[in-house]
């Protein structure tokens, strides 16, 4: 049923989000499983998922260079340009989205061209 497999999916996005706030090593474990590919997928799920995977994504982008680049390889930016045009979208998604967006622009090397084209045009 939907109402269960939402659950499902809302609790799994929520221990991903405890994993990749954890040690670097937690984080290195979820992207070699490819748990950000599902997370940003997650991100066309309700608002409560959603907001979920938002977190997840959030903690992995902020953990290394490599994760951030590893989430912007797999199609974040335009994910994140997607929600900011959603009607619906609430404060704590768009606080989420906004943070995202902070942690994919900062460190060095900052993010490739080819993304930052992406998130200005």
Same mark, same amino acid.
């Given at each position: 049923d939907r109402v269960e497999e939402e659950e499902v999916a809302y609790e799994a996005a929520w221990a991903m989000t405890n994993l990749a706030g954890g040690e670097v090593h937690h984080c290195a474990s979820l992207l070699a499983a490819g748990c950000h590919k599902t997370l940003i997928r997650l991100l066309r799920s309700s608002s409560k998922v959603a907001e979920q995977a938002l977190w997840a994504l959030g903690n992995i982008t902020a953990t290394s260079i490599e994760a951030r680049d590893e989430v912007l390889e797999n199609g974040i930016v335009d994910k994140l340009l997607d929600i900011l045009e959603r009607p619906v979208a609430t404060g704590?998604?768009?606080?989420y989205v906004c943070w995202i967006i902070s942690?994919?622009?900062k $460190?060095?090397?900052g993010p490739a061209a080819k993304f930052v084209r992406? $998130?200005?045009t």
């Amino acid at each position: 049923d939907r109402v269960e497999e939402e659950e499902v999916a809302y609790e799994a996005a929520w221990a991903m989000t405890n994993l990749a706030g954890g040690e670097v090593h937690h984080c290195a474990s979820l992207l070699a499983a490819g748990c950000h590919k599902t997370l940003i997928r997650l991100l066309r799920s309700s608002s409560k998922v959603a907001e979920q995977a938002l977190w997840a994504l959030g903690n992995i982008t902020a953990t290394s260079i490599e994760a951030r680049d590893e989430v912007l390889e797999n199609g974040i930016v335009d994910k994140l340009l997607d929600i900011l045009e959603r009607p619906v979208a609430t404060g704590t998604v768009l606080e989420y989205v906004c943070w995202i967006i902070s942690n994919v622009w900062k $460190g060095e090397p900052g993010p490739a061209a080819k993304f930052v084209r992406i $998130g200005v045009t």
